[in-house]
């Protein structure tokens, strides 16, 4: 496995990396989306552990319903 310039590890099977990066694009830009999208699971992807450990840190939590 090698490492990715946002830090996740490439693993042979993990979420596609363009999509995990426009999401975490747009979270850093203050997006707030309703829900995670479903990666796509690719060769050669990002370490889907890695991944959604950081989205669990990151994320903002749900507002009041």
Do not use: S, W
Request: charged residues 30%.
């Amino acid at each position: 496995m090698t490492k990715h310039n946002t830090g996740f590890t490439i693993a042979r099977r993990g979420y596609d990396t363009d999509e995990v990066d426009l999401y975490l694009a747009g979270l850093a830009a203050g997006g707030r989306p309703a829900d995670r999208p479903m990666f796509t699971i690719r060769r050669r992807g990002y370490d889907r552990a890695q991944v959604d450990g950081h989205l669990a840190e990151i994320e903002p939590a749900p507002g009041p319903c």
